[in-house]
């Protein structure tokens, strides 16, 4: 199992996190994680198998990231070296839709936080890279079900959707 975790702030780097501690002790995984995430070093100081990779700073940096194929193919081939089965992604990222292409050939499971965007995300860009993901995926993770029809009418088969309500923290 690979565990993406691309994020710089906010709950994403617990939750990815909280995932991998519990999955390593059951099977065989690692991670790729943002070397700027928030908790960066709680993952280091993990025992987690780490492929750390730079991602961004900025929302201008995060464009230009984009533009960078080559740094996107390469993580993606550092990715398919470790022969995962499955790639998760317990939170989405501009980069997604791009490793998901690069590693099309592997089964991608994505968690959905916003199957409705809610009030106030004042980034369509997110909103964006999270249904070209959702489309992109094998399955699809919804915390809810309250969200299986929005979900679906974002174009996601019911078929294709799981619901995990969130976990507590350990």
């Known amino acids: 199992v690979a565990i993406i975790y691309l994020g710089r702030r906010g ?3 617990s939750i990815s996190l909280e995932l991998a501690a519990h999955l390593s002790p059951k099977t065989e995984m ?3 994680v943002s070397a700027q995430a ?3 070093q709680r993952w280091r100081e993990s025992g987690i198998d780490l492929i750390s990779t730079p991602t961004f700073s900025t929302d201008f940096r995060a464009a230009l990231s984009l533009l960078s194929q080559r740094k996107l193919r390469s993580l993606a081939n550092a990715i398919a070296q470790k022969k995962p089965d499955v790639v998760v992604y317990p939170m989405v990222h501009p980069w997604t839709p791009f490793l998901q292409r690069y590693l099309r050939e592997i089964p991608h499971v994505i968690t959905v936080h916003d199957p409705t965007p809610h009030p106030g995300l004042k980034h369509f860009g997110s909103s964006l890279w999270e249904r070209m993901s959702a489309r992109r ?4 993770v919804i915390l809810s079900s309250r969200f299986i029809e929005s979900l679906a009418a974002r174009g996601i088969a019911p078929e294709k959707i799981d619901v995990i309500p969130l976990g507590i923290f350990s």
């Open 137 to 140: 995926a094998s399955r699809c």
């Open 38 to 40: 928030d908790h960066y």
């Open 11 to 13: 709950p994403g780097s």
């Open 30 to 32: 690692f991670a790729v």
